[in-house]
């Protein structure tokens, strides 16, 4: 079982790299792989790779990414297809759709989600999130600058109770597709969500409690609390 | 109608400023924000001195800010600052009022701002420094600026083409800036005083920004910041024009090279990051004209920082109280950094979060995920209490840095905290706290030296 980090040099924003620290922690069996921009990805050519992670990173960063991760987008999609989970956390989860638009720039995304994308650094939406998944709910922050729309072929991963949808009015946050989560969500997502990261691992094929999991709890249940209180904004 | 708000601000904020002095109650932006409520467009229409300076940055903004104020005070006692109001739009509003005649106009020649960077951003155009010096640039919390080339970004698009700028040599972030505009660049040499080098969890320039390619680094002193060059595409730091080269702490001098003339300064505090600020305000104030010699005189008036809360041993320990410069990552981690160089067993308290978000939203954790809380992971650090609202979230992220479950708490209540501590095994307690717990951090303090007292 391999756990890979797509370019960690670009996608490392708002401490979202320890979704994947934190993952190698509830598998400590499994080998960890850092793939830099400009190296082919391990997943492309090795089945070992259970799990792709790729984290928030600058608008540059994007551009950058994208074509790095481009000439591989069938890979990926073959993958996907064959079950491989992922997590694309941030403005990372971007790449996947079919736009990026900034002003009069449209990047092209790799196409494999239904989502457009655009951007506006004048706009800056942040603040906490409650959302709900199968039966517990989700906490988390966002901050971000885009705002993206999903097409009817996309599958929403959380309802919105508070914070911010994908888009304006959008009743959902995140996108799934087959066994990868995108997700506008910071936290990191899996740290502030340990029953998410319990759900994660089953689905896995990991049958046990993420590491440190009862601290994750009390730290998950008091925000929990904080997020439900109708006193308290959450941007 | 519009004049009628701006005397109303202005003469409110004197007064507010007045009756705090008065009351013993000032270095508050108070004033300041009195000012804005009633004339949000204050800040446009209220004078300023004929020489403007003004110093942003992440961590060293205070710092260099505070010996260049004292430096340019001891040349020109009649200074205007924002010292004691703030470094906020705020702090400025204040500061400018109280320098300001009842009809508005600065009755200060000269005047120093020191300014949180997205104030920076936003108050640059208005105030037209003809000096601005940028000390470093850091990824902030969420909710502040998430990355520094954003940040870079963000400066470059609001400073003023005549503005001279004096810039950070070892931050390829800052020395970037503005490429156009007049610039003196500050660098400091590899020291022995240097901490080793720690891999840390954040390095935000690993890759070049003109090729892509991965950067290589000549010397590195802590994150990004040291002499970096491309070998892909040749991009490199560029030569200073001041270049601390040597800290003697025994004589108490500092040597700052520029091209080939020396000049010693009076060594306000041996600690590296200290240096750096000491030499941004050297480099400052050469380049608005001031002779090395002159600034050398005015910097044996200098005092070094005080602590707003003092060590105190209490028997055979020691306690600690060091001040962070915020809930952010870098801040925290070169304290970290610090910590785990000095020798003896130890107990760290951290009362680092946030205190505004608490009352109104809930305060996003994602700052501790960039912090190097790795480098309490040591055999010297026999206990760290994580204190206050995120007591829950610090106390996991210090387990999933290493810290194993005996030695780390999590203490809801700072009144409790004192209580928590296992002095047993310590001969020092650091208290680790953010300006806004400065407070409950005095508190603490008190009690926690009561129970060194009793055990």
């Known amino acids: 079982m391999k756990l890979e980090y797509l370019y960690p040099e670009l996608g490392n924003l708002y401490g979202d790299g320890a979704n994947f620290r934190y993952l190698r922690r509830c598998l400590p069996e499994a080998a960890a792989v850092e793939t830099p921009l400009g190296s082919e990805p391990a997943f492309v050519s090795d089945p070992e790779v259970v799990f792709l992670y790729s984290g928030p990173m600058t608008e540059r960063g994007q551009g950058m990414a994208l074509e790095a991760l481009r000439p591989w987008s069938s890979a990926l999609l073959e993958r996907l297809e064959g079950g491989m989970h992922a997590l694309f956390t941030g403005s990372s989860m971007e790449l996947l759709g079919k736009t990026i638009t900034d002003g009069d720039t449209v990047l092209e995304g790799l196409g494999l989600a239904d989502l457009a994308s655009r951007r506006d650094l004048s706009r800056r939406e942040q603040g906490f999130f409650l959302g709900q998944a199968e039966g517990f709910e989700i906490t988390a922050f966002q901050s971000r600058f885009s705002q993206s729309t999903p097409g009817p072929a996309l599958q929403g991963a959380f309802r919105v109770i508070r914070g911010f949808g994908l888009e304006d009015g959008c009743a959902f946050e995140g996108y799934r597709f087959h066994n990868l989560l995108g997700t506008y969500l910071l936290g990191p997502l899996l740290v502030l969500n340990p029953l998410l990261t319990k759900r994660f691992l089953s689905s896995l094929g990991v049958e046990r409690e993420p590491a440190f999991f009862a601290e994750a709890l009390q730290a998950y249940e008091a925000r929990l609390t904080e997020f439900r209180d109708k006193g308290r904004k959450p941007f | ?455």
Request: proline content about 7%; aromatic content about 6%.
């Open chain 2, 1 to 455: 109608m519009e004049k009628l708000s701006f005397y109303l601000a202005l003469w409110g904020a004197k007064a507010a400023g007045t009756a705090l002095r008065w009351f013993r109650r000032d270095g508050s932006g108070a004033p300041g924000r009195l000012a804005l409520s009633l004339c949000p467009e204050f800040l446009s229409s209220v004078g300023r001195p004929e020489t403007l300076v003004c110093v942003t940055g992440s961590c060293g903004r205070s710092g260099a800010g505070r010996i260049a104020r004292e430096l340019l005070e001891n040349l020109d006692p009649d200074t205007l600052s924002n010292d004691r109001a703030g470094d906020g739009k705020a702090g400025v509003a204040a500061a400018l009022a109280s320098a300001a005649s009842l009809s508005g106009k600065c009755r200060k020649k000269l005047g120093i701002l020191v300014l949180e960077e997205s104030c920076a951003a936003a108050l640059l155009p208005l105030l037209k420094p003809e000096h601005l010096l940028i000390t470093d640039l850091f990824r902030g919390s969420m909710e502040g600026m998430p990355h520094p080339e954003y940040i870079a970004g963000e400066l470059e698009k609001c400073i003023p083409p005549e503005t001279a700028l004096v810039l950070n040599a070892d931050d390829p972030f800052v020395f970037s800036v503005a490429p156009l505009n007049r610039r003196t660049l500050y660098a400091v040499d590899a020291l022995p005083q240097d901490l080793p080098l720690w891999d840390h969890l954040v390095q935000d320039l690993r890759l070049c920004p003109v090729c892509g390619e991965p950067v290589s680094y000549e010397h590195r002193r802590f994150h990004h910041l040291g002499r970096v060059s491309c070998p892909a595409c040749g991009w490199h730091s560029p030569d200073p024009d001041t270049q601390l080269i040597s800290a003697d702490e025994e004589a108490g001098r500092m040597t700052v090279m520029e091209t080939e003339v020396w000049q010693e300064y009076r060594l306000l505090s041996p600690e590296v990051p200290k240096l750096c600020d000491s030499l941004a305000a050297v480099t400052l104030l050469r380049s608005m004209g001031y002779a090395p010699a002159e600034i050398a005189r005015a910097m044996e008036s200098c005092t070094p920082e005080e602590a707003p809360l003092p060590e105190e041993e209490v028997g055979e320990r020691r306690l600690i109280p060091v001040l962070l410069i915020g809930p952010t990552a870098a801040a925290c981690s070169r304290r970290f950094d610090a910590l785990r160089n000095q020798p003896g067993k130890k107990a760290v308290v951290l009362l680092a979060d946030g205190v505004q978000a608490e009352k109104t939203g809930s305060e996003d954790v994602s700052w501790l995920y960039d912090t190097d809380h790795e480098l309490l992971d040591r055999p010297e650090v026999v206990q760290v209490l994580a204190v206050g609202a995120r007591s829950l979230d610090v106390r996991l992220r210090l387990l999933l840095a290493g810290l194993t479950p005996e030695k780390v708490k999590a203490v809801r209540k700072a009144g409790d905290a004192a209580g928590e501590l296992a002095l047993a095994d310590c001969g020092q307690v650091y208290l680790l706290y953010t300006p806004e717990r400065t407070e409950q951090a005095r508190q603490l303090r008190a009690a926690i030296a009561e129970r060194m007292r009793r055990s």
